[in-house]
């Protein structure tokens, strides 16, 4: 038995492995994300302002002016705390100004970051637009400009994990952006229910429900896409994120769906259908910690 | 041996058009674990020394490539029943496979890990902003961002000496020319010939080349290697890809999530009170 100083050895490991090795001492093969608690949170906040910000302008459109001014304002507070995370993350700010250095079309780090500018501005500007008093036309336009970026903004974090060499984001790779095109709905309606009763009220309810379900359905999806891949959303952190997540998904939707009768049922719905959100972004976030950590995982989704 | 997917090498890549493409053919069969390699790849480039520790894991205490590794020595130690020899000692130095469709310089939003003239990949670490996008994109785990300053290191093929016309630190220190250095189209033929050899020998049989392949999953490597044992056995991924297509599919379901999205709402908004 080799003795090695600072090291327990199992009695019944042999000096070296008779079977063919699966991995190199089992060490991991693809690196596990480098980035800080900042950038899952980011996801949400992203993704959360920019199904809000098409809210805002649908809202508009449908006569609704009190609900999609709400909804923009929001959706503009998720503008600004967002850089603000990704800056946090890289440690400078002219560290994110190096993102808007050149337009990358292979990169979807980099056509983010130019929608999350083009975003912010946007909303910026039809916020100030606004509150000066200049033609609703005006602020309609800009409105428009945020609604379409917006849903883009609540998906393309989807893509970016994708076109990873992480096994369990690139085998999710074409499903993940449906669960966080419906994570972001179901948020928008969460952050609606929240602020209150008013106008809007059915529609952030109805937001909630479609959201959930088409979440639910399309992680549904992913996860018996992924098959034995997908045990980092069933085991340890991730798995445990990913039940909670469920589980708060659920609860959110049914009181929200009680808050037909109690306004307060359908806030605290709403707080929990935003957290739910969150939490979706922390499970695939952490699973993908999981899936780089062991070698299996990449080993056998690369089995011919 | 194929590394992955089938499919057509890219279109006309850049250095093709201008200069030689120039890479590494690491012979592992000819590899006897010393190390210069990484000694001489750490003095070269002033890479900062890595934490010294006991890994347990045979001679190998660096454990794979890294910000502060550029070079990193695998031994493996094999003990088969049906094998007369008993011990099976597999040693081989890997480095950044200089991929001709680079996951790392595909996905970085800077800009700062740019193609050479020759044909190598390479980061400019005053344009890097630490995203570390490419460490998560890297299908071989090369790439990583040093915990001091953030910002993402590998190999650079030593892009210094071959401006000047040297051969990089490594092939010219190792002492049994398991890592040779020169154009990659010879560098292929040698390789080639080499295998030849190596199969007709007792213990060759599984020898195969990887990333010699211009169809692989990442059109190949600039840095291939000749192995002995399956690419996991080293702690290198049997089937690397890096599929443009990819993206493009991505972003189509990206759009149709967005498109149902906003169906949604319009859905949940029409209904009025
Ligand atoms: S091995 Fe990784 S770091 Fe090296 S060129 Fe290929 S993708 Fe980039
Ligand atoms: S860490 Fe640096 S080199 Fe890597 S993708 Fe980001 S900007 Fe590019």
Redesign the interface.
């Known amino acids: 038995m080799a003795a090695v100083v600072g090291r327990e050895e199992p009695a019944e490991r042999p000096l070296v492995p008779r079977e063919r090795p699966r991995s190199y001492y089992g060490l991991p093969i693809v690196r596990r994300p480098a980035w800080t608690w900042e950038v899952p949170l980011y996801f949400f906040t992203g993704g959360t302002a920019g199904a809000l910000a098409a809210v805002s302008i649908l809202a508009r459109w449908n006569g609704q002016h009190r609900m999609g001014r709400r909804a923009r304002r929001m959706a503009l507070a998720g503008a600004v705390v967002s850089p603000v995370l990704l800056i946090s993350d890289l440690g400078r700010p002219a560290r994110f100004l190096n993102m808007l250095r050149v337009l990358r079309p292979t990169s979807p780090m980099s056509l983010g970051s130019w929608t999350l500018a083009g975003f912010g501005t946007a909303l910026g500007m039809a916020e100030a637009a606004d509150l000066v008093g200049l033609p609703a036309a005006v602020t309609g336009t800009m409105e428009g400009a945020a609604g379409i970026l917006g849903p883009i903004l609540a998906n393309y974090t989807a893509v970016l994990l994708g076109d990873t060499a992480n096994p369990i984001w690139r085998g999710g790779r074409h499903l993940l952006p449906f669960v966080f095109s419906g994570s972001s709905l179901a948020a928008a309606g969460g952050a609606l229910s929240l602020a209150g009763p008013g106008e809007g009220r059915v529609a952030s309810r109805r937001m909630v429900l479609v959201g959930t379900a088409m979440e639910q359905a399309a992680f549904l999806a992913m996860e018996s896409q992924l098959g034995p891949l997908g045990e980092p959303y069933r085991t340890g952190r991730g798995g445990r994120l990913a039940q909670a997540h469920r589980r708060a998904s659920w609860v959110g939707a049914l009181l929200v769906l009680a808050g037909g009768r109690s306004p307060f049922l359908q806030r605290l719905g709403g707080a929990i259908a935003l957290g739910s959100s969150a939490l979706l972004r922390q499970a695939v976030y952490r699973a993908g910690f999981q899936a780089a950590d062991d070698p299996g995982y990449l080993v056998g989704s690369q089995e011919p | 041996m194929i590394t992955g997917p089938r499919q057509p090498p890219v279109a006309l890549p850049l250095w093709q058009a201008g200069g030689t493409r120039m890479g590494f053919f690491t012979d592992s069969s000819v590899c006897i674990g010393c190390k210069a390699c990484e000694v001489a790849c750490k003095e070269w480039n002033g890479v900062p020394d890595s934490k010294p520790a006991?890994?347990?894991?045979s001679y190998?205490n660096t454990?794979?490539l890294g910000a502060d590794s550029w070079r990193h020595v695998?031994f493996?130690?094999?003990?088969?029943?049906d094998d007369a020899a008993g011990?099976r000692w597999l040693m081989s130095s890997d480095v950044c496979k200089h991929c001709t469709r680079a996951?790392c310089l595909?996905?970085?939003?800077?800009?700062a890990i740019f193609r050479s003239e020759f044909g190598t990949v390479v980061v400019q670490d005053d344009?890097c902003?630490?995203?570390?996008?490419c460490?998560?994109?890297?299908?071989?785990?090369v790439i990583?961002?040093r915990e001091d300053d953030?910002r993402a290191f590998k190999c650079t093929l030593c892009y210094d000496r071959l401006k000047v016309g040297e051969q990089p630190a490594c092939a010219k220190a190792c002492p049994t020319a398991s890592i040779q250095f020169g154009p990659v189209e010879e560098l292929r033929e040698a390789a080639r010939s080499r295998l030849e050899q190596v199969r007709a020998q007792p213990g060759g049989e599984e020898a195969h080349l990887y990333g010699a392949d211009e169809a692989d999953g990442v059109g190949g490597f600039g840095a291939f290697f000749l192995l002995l044992?399956?690419p996991?056995?080293?702690?290198?991924?049997?089937?690397?890809?890096?599929r443009?297509r990819?993206?493009v599919?991505?972003?189509g379901?990206?759009s149709?999530?967005?498109?149902?999205?906003?169906g949604?709402?319009?859905?949940?908004?029409?209904?009025?009170?």
Do not use: H
Not at chain 2, 264 to 273: D, K
């Open positions: 006991w890994s347990g894991n190998d454990l794979r695998a493996v130690e094999r003990v088969r029943q011990v996951a595909e996905v970085c939003p800077t800009g344009v902003n630490g995203c570390g996008y460490v998560v994109a890297c299908p071989f785990g990583e961002r953030g044992d399956r996991e056995v080293y702690g290198l991924p049997p089937r690397p890809e890096y443009r990819d993206v599919t991505m972003w379901a990206a149709v999530a967005a498109w149902l999205l906003v949604g709402l319009a859905g949940a908004l029409r209904w009025r009170r």
